[in-house]
């Protein structure tokens, strides 16, 4: 029993300690003239949708629910989200080659359809962005007529 109670100081205690290492935020008060919705003219549907479902992870600009402020639950938002952002940045997307532009919009469209986008997990939290099957259809409709191939 005497263990246990060490254990437990000790994680309590190292619990406080991590909090003293906050995480760069992920927040720009700007949107770029790179950005997707800027560039495309979205439609403002799919703008609302796009803006709920994938730029909290893929754009410069997240809004943070109230456990980012707490580690170690920030430093995996800011690893995801950067990882998010590595796979696709719609805020540095007329900054992509034609080429590339395509292959993300076909990415885009393969990860929609497949239900790997928006992430389980993040759906969980975020049930607005949950996307019904009409909006499924239109952003991929969307999204297949900016392709060039």
């Given at each position: 029993?005497?263990?246990?109670?060490?254990?437990?100081w000790l994680s309590?205690?190292?619990?406080?300690?991590?909090q003293l290492f906050p995480v760069t935020l992920n927040e720009s008060d700007t949107?770029?003239?790179?950005?997707?919705?800027?560039?495309?003219?979205?439609?403002a549907t799919i703008?609302?949708?796009l803006q709920v479902s994938c730029y909290d992870c893929h754009s410069n600009n997240t809004?943070?629910?109230?456990?980012?402020?707490?580690?170690?639950?920030a430093w995996y938002l800011e690893d995801h989200i950067q990882e998010g952002k590595d796979e696709l940045n719609f805020n540095e997307w007329d900054t992509y080659s034609s080429r590339r532009k395509n292959s993300k919009l076909?990415?885009?469209?393969?990860?929609i359809e497949s239900g790997e986008m928006p992430m389980d997990s993040y759906e969980l939290i975020h049930?607005?962005?949950?996307?019904?099957?009409t909006a499924v259809k239109?952003?991929?409709?969307?999204?297949?007529?900016?392709?060039e191939d």
């Open positions: 029993m005497k263990y246990l109670k060490i254990i437990a309590l205690v190292a619990l406080v300690v991590i949107v770029p003239q790179n950005d997707f919705m800027i560039v495309n003219q979205v439609p703008k609302n949708q809004e943070y629910p109230w456990y980012s402020k707490i580690q170690p639950a076909r990415s885009i469209i393969k990860q049930g607005d962005a949950r996307m019904d099957s239109e952003i991929i409709g969307y999204m297949d007529s900016l392709r």
